[in-house]
């Protein structure tokens, strides 16, 4: 009974590389949230999808960033270009319901982003 | 929108010994409440939630947290903390109508010293 797996757990990129950070939600969630941890900072909301479709991208930055979550396998968030303020904490939840309900929000352990 | 203040970034307080941890929201609306627990290099495991109904939540491993409206505030308390309870407590806020997301205070990091 997996939890939301992410992948890599740890990825390391010089700057203007890109990066790709991937969720599995837990079994039966179609609800996906992205959400970035910056050193000493609490978690900030990034964009919310279900599946083949973005419900809330008012956190994701202009330029340089964009999430997807197919019919089939995992959202993947992708950074082009990356700087080095890009390295942080990006970590993923699900939920059955969406946020229209009272549904927890289910995390992954999160992949840690180190930009040189 | 939301807003969510932790008050305290960091706590540090002896084992046994009571603690509080302070959160106080900002919304226009009504709203759902949150505290969830980051253990080190882990993710987020939600720790007690209100919805509605009692104000006072409990969570199974000795924690609760009352809903106050008028001041609007969440504080976590535990009356006597172990050295497993040492991490970080994020408190969240989401509205209760419509597709919102959830919104995180900065955080508070608990220190448990023997």
């Known amino acids: 009974n997996a939890g939301v797996m992410q992948n890599p757990r740890h990825l390391v990129r010089r700057r203007g590389q890109e990066a790709r950070l991937r969720c599995s939600p837990m079994?039966?969630?179609?609800?996906v949230y992205w959400y970035r941890q910056l050193p000493e900072e609490g978690l900030k909301f990034m964009v919310y999808?279900?599946?083949?479709?973005?419900?809330?991208e008012s956190g994701m930055p202009k330029e340089r960033f964009s999430a997807e979550f197919p019919k089939e396998g995992p959202s993947i968030l992708r950074i082009q270009q990356v700087v080095r303020g890009d390295s942080a904490a990006y970590f993923c939840?699900?939920?059955?319901?969406?946020?229209?309900?009272?549904?927890?929000?289910?995390f992954g352990e999160g992949s840690r982003l180190t930009v040189l | 929108a939301q807003s969510v203040t932790q008050l305290d970034s960091q706590v540090p307080v002896f084992e046994e010994a009571p603690v509080e941890l302070r959160c106080n929201y900002s919304?226009?609306?009504?709203?759902?409440l949150f505290w969830y627990v980051q253990y080190p290099n882990q993710g987020l495991q939600l720790l007690l939630k209100y919805l509605s109904g009692s104000t006072l939540v409990e969570s199974i491993n000795g924690f609760e947290a009352e809903f106050n409206k008028s001041q609007t505030s969440f504080h976590l308390r535990k009356p006597s903390v172990h050295i497993s309870d040492t991490a970080e407590y994020f408190c969240a806020v989401r509205a209760n109508q419509g597709a919102q997301k959830l919104v995180f205070g900065q955080g508070t990091r608990l220190t448990i010293n023997p």
């Open positions: 999808l279900q599946k083949e479709n973005i419900i809330d």
């Open positions: 919304s226009s609306v009504s709203v759902y």
């Open positions: 939840a699900s939920s059955v319901t969406g946020t229209a309900g009272s549904g927890e929000l289910f």
């Open positions: 079994k039966g969630h179609s609800h």
